[in-house]
């Protein structure tokens, strides 16, 4: 199977998180519930990217590290899923989910071409509710993840929703000078927190220096949300939508800067759906 390349560190840390908690999440209901796991953004079922050496190496392609991805975890689990979902768009990664699919051939897959967003909702409403409970994992290619969708996923279903927010393609999108804000980069962002409102939040009038004469003299508004400022504001707006979220996992990529942002967030305001993914995720 061929891996796709991409990624880093922070790819092992998100796999392990979700891995710890697929686990012992079907241990816990795989005898009372048909547990159904979506995958909405699957990839080929494995990843590879490039390891920094500790020291020079012959073979260039050592450095290379190959890992399962979330897709191979997930039909890996015992008791296994009832069923599970890959959505995905490009045929590459298509074919290569359909010769993972044959290793597994007593699981019931289902491989789904197209738009994540316009998939997930007909996939979710072929599903009985009352007798399921499932795993969403939402690892977007860049801001793919449509607010709309998450609406439909905490209003319409039983889901335990792993949610990768894209925070630094949020923060490029958010420039510092607001006139430098374009349509693009606002309906980008818009579309993903699903409110125009964070451009209240996120921005703040800059006064210029005589500002105590002319107070009303505004110079144009500056950014003053830095990444952690749109972390907060992205968990109020979760949290408004779930029953219940956890406090983000921060992913640092190169140099330590803030990549990603990893939520737990229940779609099942169920007070022993809520504790057991609280004692599973091991969040306070």
Not at 10 to 29: D, G, H, I, Q
Not at 144 to 169: C, H, I, N, Q
Not at 249 to 267: K, S
């Amino acid at each position: 199977m061929t891996s796709q390349k991409f990624g880093g560190p922070w790819s092992l840390e998100k796999l392990k998180v979700v891995e710890e908690y697929l686990r012992p999440f079907c241990r816990a209901l795989g005898s009372r519930f048909d547990l159904v796991y979506i995958d909405a953004f699957a990839g080929s079922g494995s990843f590879a990217f490039r390891e920094a050496a500790a020291a020079p190496l012959l073979d260039e392609e050592e450095q290379i590290r190959s890992i399962d991805g979330s897709a191979r975890v997930a039909l890996s689990c015992s008791p296994r899923f009832s069923r599970l979902y890959f959505l995905e768009q490009k045929r590459k990664n298509i074919e290569a989910l359909k010769q993972l699919a044959k290793e597994f051939p007593h699981h019931k897959i289902d491989i789904l071409k197209g738009d994540a967003n316009e998939l997930l909702e007909d996939v979710c409403q072929k599903i009985n509710w009352q007798s399921s409970r499932g795993v969403l994992f939402l690892d977007p290619f860049g801001n793919s993840v449509d607010w709309k969708t998450l609406d439909f996923v905490a209003r319409k279903t039983k889901l335990d929703v792993w949610y990768l927010f894209p925070l630094s393609g949020v923060y490029r999108n958010v420039p510092g000078n607001f006139e430098k804000l374009t349509e693009d980069k606002r309906a980008s962002v818009t579309r993903i927190l699903g409110t125009p409102e964070w451009e209240d939040y996120f921005y703040r009038p800059a006064l210029d220096e005589h500002k105590d004469l002319f107070p009303e003299h505004e110079t144009g508004a500056r950014r003053t949300a830095n990444a952690a400022g749109i972390l907060t504001y992205v968990s109020q707006r979760l949290s408004g939508l779930f029953p219940y979220v956890t406090e983000p996992r921060i992913l640092l990529g190169p140099n330590n800067a803030p990549l990603y942002a990893l939520y737990l967030a229940l779609t099942n305001n169920s007070e022993k759906a809520i504790a057991l993914a609280k004692r599973i995720a091991r969040a306070d």
